[in-house]
T-cell receptor, first 114, second 117 residues
Framework: EAQVTQNPRYLITVTGKKLTVTCSQNMNHEYMSWYRQDPGLGLRQIYYSMNVEVTDKGDVPEGYKVSRKEKRNFPLILESPSPNQTSLYFC?????????????FGPGTRLTVT | AQKITQTQPGMFVQEKEAVTLDCTYDTSDQSYGLFWYKQPSSGEMIFLIYQGSYDEQNATEGRYSLNFQKARKSANLVISASQLGDSAMYFCAMREDPIQGAQKLVFGQGTRLTINP
């Protein structure tokens, strides 16, 4: 089954404790992206990757890191989480960059930072 | 800059009625795609329908259709014969031509649709 998987689905952590949210897709997609969803703000892009070893900042990259060492994986790293990073996070992928390609979303990771 | 506006924070509709969710967009690009996603209470994002800026016909997918009015920059989602399972948050989103530098989906704030029995 073609899908994007994320782990963990739910995470409660404390301020400053490094964490990684994993994302993996099995569709051989070149493009992958991370979004965060906050009430009243819709989804906003954090980082994206156009291919292996090619990543770039989105609209809200502060406090996050990413890497793309393999085509299928695109982990999101929070080096020192803070309460304002409490949010619902989505990983997404698409076949390419063209505007005609839909993005496939993972199930989401609900993160709470206390 | 790209922008998506959904002016209806919430809508309440009787089961079996048709419903229109509004979406207007702002772009200076000629090449773009418009998408609608459904987010049920379980949280996942489900792709519903796509309309390309050069498509002359309105997109349809089962009970979903997209009322695309390019000159007015609107891309309203129409759900025919609504069902209780249609209760969810609905997001309109746009993706511009990457040649222009855009590398993301831009989302509206969403409309929460509630279907009443």
């Amino acid at each position: 089954e073609a899908q994007v998987t994320q782990n963990p689905r739910y995470l409660i952590t404390v301020t400053g404790k490094k964490l990684t949210v994993t994302c993996s897709q099995n569709m051989n997609h070149e493009y992958m992206s991370w979004y965060r969803q906050d009430p009243g703000l819709g989804l906003r892009q954090i980082y994206y990757s156009m291919n292996v070893e090619v990543t770039d900042k989105g609209d809200v990259p502060e406090g996050y890191k990413v890497s793309r060492k393999e085509k299928r994986n695109f982990p999101l790293i929070l080096e020192s989480p803070s309460p304002n990073q409490t949010s619902l996070y989505f990983c997404a992928s698409s076949f390419g960059l063209a505007f005609t390609y839909e993005q496939y979303f993972g199930p989401g990771t609900r993160l709470t930072v206390t | 800059a790209q922008k998506i506006t959904q002016t209806q924070p919430g809508m309440f509709v009787q089961e079996k009625e048709a419903v229109t969710l509004d979406c207007t967009y702002d772009t200076s690009d000629q090449s773009y795609g418009l998408f609608w996603y459904k987010q049920p209470s379980s949280g996942e994002m489900i792709f519903l329908i796509y309309q390309g800026s050069y498509d002359e016909q309105n997109a349809t997918e089962g009970r979903y259709s997209l009322n695309f009015q390019k000159a007015r920059k609107s891309a309203n989602l129409v759900i025919s014969a609504s069902q209780l399972g249609d209760s969810a948050m609905y997001f309109c989103a746009m993706r511009e031509d990457p040649i222009q530098g855009a590398q993301k989906l831009v989302f509206g704030q969403g409309t929460r649709l509630t279907i009443n029995p």
